[in-house]
């Protein structure tokens, strides 16, 4: 399983609206959709018992369903995240050797657990260029993010375009194209923040009252 530079942009969607594809198929550069895939994935997300990954940027779960299965380590790096992958393993609950050691500047090599669950019913289209090249993958997740915590399980929707051949300046144009079209960027781009709301912002709140 190869590690990749990712960069993607994440837009808030109504639960009924319907895709904007014809926005996208719009970008300059984009010649064509490539009809849907869709996937049911189930991601574990894995911190600290005071989310020092979460606060960090940092991105640490295992996901099964779709074709990248498997654990994943998000960084943050330049204008997007460095990722890494590796197998499911057998042992659930077990943390890749590597990753947790790529983890220890966050962690101070606490334990590690679960955090929260997210569900995700995913409809992909990758969009291309001319030539048939890959350009970026558009992703229409409708989401359920359960905290392990007890704390209120959400539910939303959302877009991804994430770039797969094409430039940032490409992205940009997207997110104009969408923003016309009364489609803006998410103010919660990762998934875990929008499930750990309630704690995070319950910190931040402390936090303002100690200054």
């Known amino acids: 399983m190869a590690d990749h530079h990712e960069i993607e942009r994440t837009f808030a969607l109504g639960r009924t609206d319907a895709a904007p594809l014809d926005v996208l198929a719009a970008v300059p550069g984009v010649a064509d959709v490539v009809e849907p895939v869709t996937a049911e994935l189930e991601a574990t997300y894995v ?17 099964t369903g779709g074709a990248d299965a498997g654990w ?7 204008q997007g995240r460095d990722e890494i992958h590796r197998p499911l393993g057998e042992d659930a609950g077990a943390v890749p050797a590597d990753l947790r050691e790529r ?3 966050w962690s101070g090599g606490r334990a590690l657990a679960g955090v929260a669950v997210v569900r995700t019913h995913r409809t ?9 090249a890959p350009l ?3 992703a229409d ?5 359960e905290p392990l915590d007890g704390g209120p399980t959400t539910a939303w929707r959302e877009l991804e375009v994430e770039l797969t051949g094409g430039d940032v300046p490409l992205l940009d144009a997207a ?6 079209a009364g489609i803006e960027v998410s103010t919660q781009p990762r998934k875990i923040e929008a499930v750990l709301a309630h704690r995070l912002l319950d ?4 936090g303002s009252d100690e200054d």
């Not at 992909?124 to 048939?132: F, K, M, N, P, V």
């Not at 910190?203 to 402390?206: F, G, I, K, R």
Request: hydrophobic share 45%.
């Open 47 to 63: 911190d600290t018992d005071d989310l020092a990954l979460v606060r960090a940027g940092v991105t640490l779960r295992r996901r």
């Open 136 to 138: 970026a993958e558009v």
């Open 141 to 145: 997740d409708v989401v359920t993010g």
């Open 124 to 132: 992909t289209y990758d969009l291309l260029d001319a030539e048939g």
């Open 103 to 105: 983890v220890e500047p």
């Open 72 to 78: 994943h380590l998000k960084v943050p790096s330049g």
């Open 175 to 180: 997110t104009e194209a969408l923003a016309a």
């Open 203 to 206: 910190d931040e709140a402390v």
